[in-house]
């Protein structure tokens, strides 16, 4: 599967690892190189600095036409508008976003995107091990609604063509 | 009517200011304290310091009784999200949002807020029209944003000149209906012959561009969407 990662935070460098060493493509953007530090020196797929809600960018490090892409920087909305983008301009089959804010969370869900809330995650593993009651928050929520193109999508007149030559160029080795 | 803005910045503030002497009820949404404090020490207790992007306080500021949300601050995953929030959980009537990069445009309005302000597509806008160009000029978009007010310069070299309207193959869902000749602005008949330096005024929908293009500038494949 071709996975873009936005966000090479400790999680989102770990997802990269495992889904590179398990044989997939993984694409890492972050908008500084010192957080592809993370990244392990067997990592052997890309990693390019960028602002992960510029359409421009995206398409630049060829993530139209991913099978996943994965939102986890410390905004919630700009992880929000990344899979926003991923979902309707850049027809990424399957899109998770990182939103803390548990309103957030449950909303954008009922708006199509899967969207992953730390807040009630970690309440949750906590009261498990303590035996108290779930809190109710949302953890990782699948979409409930339609996003918000249904069956059809942004058009853009932009073509991905040139780009990947581009990005491979902005790489960072890891 | 009771405008809930969100952003306390220099378009915010102003905004908020308008609104009040206009005799709306108006609340504002800043993030950090020390500037909500200074533009409530200005326009008084409507300021609420608080992130408007939070769905908690969004609820506590009433957005679920606002009639305008305007998001106004800097950041346009912020504007988009506070838009949707207001729009989708709230069911705010009316959403307006600043957009900064001219390309959000498009998504924001998919999005389904209502309503998109980009300060630089009208600077852009202005520049170019102080600058000759070769190609169509947006003069505003219209209508749900599917429709563009289009200006076309007929320079050396354009297939409209010496011809009429009426001869030219124009696409359906759009209109040529202005000449500007000399300075002065004329209704464009079937039947007036198009000279060089001649400014077409045409409405029709964005997908029209590059024929409109081929059609009064030449080159259809040099058309730029802007």
Sequence with gaps: MKIVIVGCGRVGASAAEAWDAAGHEVVVLDMATSAFERL????????????????????????????????????DNRNVMSAQLAVEALDVAKVIAKVNDPLRASAYSELGIATLCRTGLMLDAVNEYLGMPK???????????????????????RTSAPATEAARGAAVEA | MFVLVVGGGKVGYYLAKELID?????????????RARQIADEIGSIVIARDGCEGKYLAEAGSNRADVVAAVTGDDEDNLVICQMAKHHFDVPRTIARVNNPKNEALFRHLGVDE??????????????????????????LGEGELELIEAHLQP?????????????????CSL??????????PLRPETILREGDKVIAIGKQECEAMLHGQLIGDPEAAAVR
Excluded: N
């Design chain 1, 40 to 75: 392990p020196s067997t990592f052997k797929g890309t990693a390019i600095r960028g602002d992960g809600t510029d359409e421009d960018v995206l398409r630049r490090a060829g993530v139209a036409g991913a099978d996943v892409l994965l939102a986890l920087t410390e905004g």
């Design chain 1, 135 to 157: 809190s109710g928050l949302p953890g990782m929520l699948a979409p409930t609604g339609q996003h918000h193109g249904g069956d059809h999508h942004l058009e853009t007149s």
């Design chain 2, 22 to 34: 206009s005799g709306h009820e108006v609340a504002v949404m800043e993030k950090d304290p020390t």
């Design chain 2, 116 to 141: 998109l302000i980009s300060p630089t597509r009208m600077i852009l806008g202005s520049i170019e029209q102080d600058i000759p160009v070769h190609e169509l000029l947006h003069l505003a978009t």
């Design chain 2, 157 to 173: 070299g354009s297939p409209a000149i010496g011809r009429a309207p009426r001869d030219l193959d124009i696409p359906d869902g």
């Design chain 2, 177 to 186: 209906f202005a000449v500007i000749r000399d300075g002065l602005a004329t």
